[in-house]
Antibody, heavy 118, light 110 residues
Framework: EVQLLESGGGLVQPGGSLRLSCAVS????????MSWVRQAPGKGLEWVSG????????WYADSMKGRFTISRDNSRNTLYLQMNNLRAEDTAVYYC???????????WGQGTLVSVSS | QSVLTQPPSVSAAPGQKVTISCSGS????????VSWYQHLPGTAPKLLIY???KRPSEIPDRFSGSKSGTSATLDITGLQTGDEADYFC???????????FGGGTKLTVL
């Protein structure tokens, strides 16, 4: 059974940093590209970032470039999202998912809540 | 403002059919695969349609997708109250080199 479990969310002040993790099981992690997607309160889904199976290629939504860094540790079956210089508008539930939108996002985690507030 | 345009809401009676549209451009829908997702707040989104018109095996055939030019549609037939959810289209934008979603459509089954 494919499982994705996000962690690392929480309350952070504007300008602060957080690192999200997504631990996966049930499939060959290194063979799959991965994505982060978020949903702000009352808003729709927003694609955040994607990474190839090897980790050699990464992609970002414009508003995240320079502030967020996606990475993966294939030996630990874990995906990461390092978020720096956080803003109030980054407040959202962050989901990890298998795949990238050149194709489709098949499996999703339950999400982790990030709140940016003073 | 989303790159892909969806109607904010649609509604229909149980048993009826509804169509949700997703409009884009040549840099996204026109030259890339479209996927559709069902999302209930507080839960993980669910993949309904991929590669424009393919269904994962666990998705009933009441759900179907199509694409023409720079637009895509999701059809849901035989509506059930359990279909009430938000629906999102997604694709890749080759100009942005980024994934994009539509703004989402809230389905109400009256």
């Amino acid at each position: 059974e494919v499982q994705l479990l996000e962690s690392g969310g929480g309350l952070v002040q504007p300008g602060g940093s957080l690192r999200l993790s997504c631990a996966v099981s049930g499939f060959s992690f290194s063979n799959y590209a991965m994505s982060w997607v978020r949903q702000a309160p009352g808003k729709g889904l927003e694609w955040v970032s994607g990474i190839s199976g090897s980790g050699d290629s990464t992609w970002y939504a414009d508003s995240m470039k320079g502030r967020f860094t996606i990475s993966r540790d294939n030996s630990r079956n874990t995906l990461y999202l390092q978020m720096n210089n956080l803003r109030a508008e980054d407040t959202a539930v962050y989901y990890c998912a298998t795949g990238i939108l050149t194709g489709y996002l098949k499996h999703w985690g339950q999400g982790t809540l990030v709140s940016v507030s003073s | 403002q989303s790159v892909l345009t969806q109607p904010p809401s649609v509604s229909a009676a149980p048993g009826q059919k509804v169509t949700i549209s997703c409009s884009g451009s040549s840099s996204n829908i026109g030259n890339n695969f479209v996927s559709w997702y069902q999302h209930l707040p507080g839960t993980a989104p669910k993949l309904l349609i991929y590669d424009n018109n393919k269904r994962p095996s666990e998705i009933p055939d009441r759900f179907s997708g199509s694409k023409s030019g720079t637009s895509a549609t999701l059809d849901i037939t035989g509506l059930q109250t359990g279909d009430e959810a938000d629906y999102f289209c997604g694709t890749w934008d080759s100009s942005l080199s980024a994934g994009v979603f539509g703004g989402g459509t809230k389905l109400t089954v009256l």
